[in-house]
């Protein structure tokens, strides 16, 4: 395993090779740890994390606090990989400057390299201004977890000509990648080839030069409900629970502790 840090000309040179990228969710130290060691490219710091982590149905209750708290945790734990943080709604929304300041924090105060920001055309702007102040953006197509509310629920976008337009101007404006999710995959295809930067799909099928997942969904610790692009690469949540049942019957049994976990 090559122990080079990854950097932002880094992926966009694994496109020009051909070569698939590899990004994974991660939200504290422990599983920062475990990715980076398992060769991923990227760490996303998502603000998934509201749903899969404090349990709430949406990303939107996740705030700046919270996102650059989970990133420090998860850019002390990685030594390769490229840590990018997901900016949560409405920490980029209401103004640019308000976008510049917050986009800041992540890689002033949480060691992050990189941002995350849903849309298209209507962050232009914000994109060249990121640019501008020497922050790297990737950007967010199709479906926008974010604005669940306006498209009704989370729900495979296909708006073709909308979406390769949205990916060319978020490349012109600077974007060094760009995730696309539940996209039809004749669609994240053909944005794969008109781009020169490489996208990385979820919910967008085969034809991506990279693929992300939510850590959760892919260790099976979060079963409340598994949409059809998730694959389960491990049960730890049964794994898990196993474990803590014994430790509590041996625990009511009088099993545990034995002599060799007491001091003398
Ligand atoms: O918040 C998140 O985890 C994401 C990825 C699933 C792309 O935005």
Request: aromatic share 4%.
């Given at each position: 395993m090559a122990t080079q840090p990854v950097t932002v000309p880094a992926l966009l040179d694994k496109k020009k090779k051909g070569e698939r990228i590899c990004m994974i969710t991660a939200y504290d130290w422990t599983f920062a740890r475990i990715v980076d060691r398992a060769g991923v490219d990227v760490v996303l710091v998502g603000d998934s994390l509201a749903m899969v982590?404090?349990?709430?149905?949406?990303?939107?209750?996740?705030?700046m606090d919270q996102m650059l708290y989970h990133t420090g945790m998860v850019a002390r734990g990685v030594e390769r990989a490229l840590v990018v943080g997901d900016m949560p709604f409405l920490s980029y929304q209401p103004s640019l400057e308000e976008g510049v300041r917050n986009a800041g924090r992540f890689l002033?105060?949480?060691?992050?390299a990189a941002v995350k920001i849903e849309g298209g055309a209507v962050r232009e702007p914000l994109i060249r201004a990121l640019g501008d102040a020497g922050i790297p953006v990737l950007a967010h197509l199709g479906l926008l977890p974010q604005s669940v509310h306006l498209m009704g629920g989370y729900k495979v976008q296909r708006e073709e000509e909308r979406l390769l337009r949205d990916a060319a101007i978020v490349e012109q404006a600077g974007a060094f990648a760009v995730v696309l999710e539940g996209i039809p995959e004749a669609i994240s295809q053909k944005i794969t080839e008109a781009l020169a930067i490489p996208t990385i799909g979820i919910g967008a099928?085969?034809?991506?030069d990279g693929q992300v997942l939510v850590l959760h969904d892919v260790l099976g610790l979060f079963t409340e409900f598994t949409p059809k692009f998730v694959k389960r690469y491990a049960d730890l949540g049964a794994l898990a629970m196993e474990a803590v049942r014994l430790f509590r019957d041996e625990v009511v049994a009088g099993a545990f502790p034995e002599e060799k976990h007491a001091y003398r």
């Open positions: 982590v404090q349990g709430h149905g949406t990303s939107l209750p996740a705030t002033k105060e949480a060691g992050a099928g085969r034809y991506c």
